[in-house]
């Protein structure tokens, strides 16, 4: 910002003041565009078994990233030891930070702030990057801001694409299940959970139980993998299994029921060929099949209730209305096509973030600081102690309010190929 050519004869004190006062007003007008957004964060995930940091500017862009999976190690032993999966993220997260910053060329102390994942997860993983975090924080003097890691799941997409509060999410991993409408960058109705155990877990265990491993072209996917590989080839309508809480008109998911229905086919179907436990059955692709769509099916008529309670309660916008499905479980194709059955059904658009996003990662928790650190949410000094949670709910829940809305569901086909 030059003097006033025209003026020369204002005092050099005069043009000093007049210099920084215009840039004041510069500033001021250009804090909201893309040209100043200047602030970095880095964002450290460790709430179960992927260890991952990454930098991103204000804009959403990732200016260095780096993933430690544990997948192959808790696959050996079966799933996921959380001593294990501890002593793992404490011997590489310091190196995952590291390869961060450097592949961002951003140093320390460059941050705006430190974001970490301290809720929910497995205690002893969360702890690991809640201890490193804080010591960084106050070692560089930084704020530093405590995410909620399905918080971070459900705006991950607003990373990606412009994306208007309210809108229906469905959050879907190998640990939660949840409906929420999301309201604010820290502001959620929890339509409904998981009342026992998830969708990942669920598809990981009946893996196990069917031998999965064994199969060459699975030994090195995840369980969840591995059912739907195996389904691409299987027939659903072979077996058929109940969909879970079918005279329960909520929002809230059960798989442990479908989990004990496939067990008892397994035990059935290996006394019927001889066989012993631990054999791959000849029939493994359609139990594969049949079990995915039950999965599926459960999600989809869940979803289908909440989209009518949000419509029903004015929740989401009439124009564009919008159902963003994420999480780990969110990469499984067929289940994302029979959530596509549901949101063409209902006039909704289905957003998924690209699978890698959809598992856990460093960027998703970088970008959650990014938006509380716009809003002025949440944002601590590098001093104040943290604690971590293994447990957390997210938002304020009005699940006994869906409930007892007890809303009949339409029949909706979902037809997959």
């Not at 025209?6 to 909201?32: D, E, H, Y």
């Not at 970095?40 to 709430?47: A, D, P, Q, R, Y």
């Not at 801001?145 to 991950?156: D, G, K, N, Q, S």
């Not at 493994?284 to 909440?306: E, F, G």
Request: one cysteine or more; hydrophobic letters at 45%.
């Amino acid at each position: 910002f030059p003097a006033h050519r025209g003026n020369m004869a204002f005092p050099t004190m005069i043009q000093s003041k007049v210099r920084i006062l215009l840039r004041l007003l510069w500033c001021k007008q250009t804090a909201g565009s893309k040209a100043f957004r200047s602030r970095l964060v880095l964002g450290i995930e460790t709430s179960c078994d992927e260890t991952g940091a990454a930098v991103m500017d204000e804009s959403g862009a990732i200016l260095g990233e780096s993933l430690h999976s544990q997948k192959e190690v808790h696959l050996r032993t079966g799933g996921i030891i959380p001593t294990v999966a501890q002593a793992l993220h404490r011997g590489n997260i310091e190196r995952v930070v590291q390869e961060a910053l450097d592949r961002s060329a951003v140093a320390p102390a460059q941050l705006a702030a430190v974001a970490a994942t301290v809720k929910p997860g497995l205690a002893l993983s969360l702890a690991v990057g809640l201890s490193f975090s804080q010591r960084f924080v106050r070692h560089h003097n930084k704020p530093f801001i405590p995410v909620h890691h399905m918080e971070a799941h459900a705006l991950t997409v607003r990373m990606l694409q412009p994306l208007h509060f309210p809108f229906l999410v469905l959050l879907v991993s190998g640990g939660h299940a949840l409906l929420a409408v999301a309201r604010g960058v820290d502001d959620f109705l929890l339509l409904g959970r998981t009342l026992d155990e998830a969708p990942g877990d669920t598809l990981d265990k009946v893996a196990r139980r069917l031998s999965l491993r064994k199969l060459p072209r699975c030994a090195a996917l995840s369980g969840g993998q591995a059912i739907e590989l195996l389904a691409q080839d299987g027939d659903r309508k072979r077996f058929r299994f109940r969909t879970p809480m079918g005279q329960t008109p909520d929002c809230c998911f059960s798989f442990a029921g479908l989990r004990n229905q496939v067990t008892l086919l397994i035990q059935k179907q290996e006394a019927e060929e001889g066989v012993e436990e631990g054999t791959v059955l000849s029939c493994v692709s359609d139990i594969a099949a049949a079990t995915q769509h039950t999965v599926a099916s459960h999600l989809a008529k869940r979803t289908h209730r909440a989209v009518l309670f949000c419509r029903t309660n004015r929740l989401l916008p009439s124009q564009n209305p919008t159902l963003v499905l994420s999480g780990g479980v969110a990469s499984n194709q067929y289940i994302r096509k029979a959530l596509a059955v549901v949101a063409e059904a209902t006039g909704l658009q289905l957003l998924c973030p690209p699978s890698r996003f959809c598992t856990d990662n460093g960027a998703m928790v970088a970008w959650n600081g990014v938006e509380r650190l716009r809003e002025g949410i949440g944002i601590l000094a590098p001093e104040v102690e943290v604690s971590y949670e293994p447990r957390a709910p997210l938002g304020v829940d009005i699940t006994a309010e869906v409930r007892a809305a007890a809303i009949r569901l339409p029949s909706i086909r979902i037809k997959i190929p």
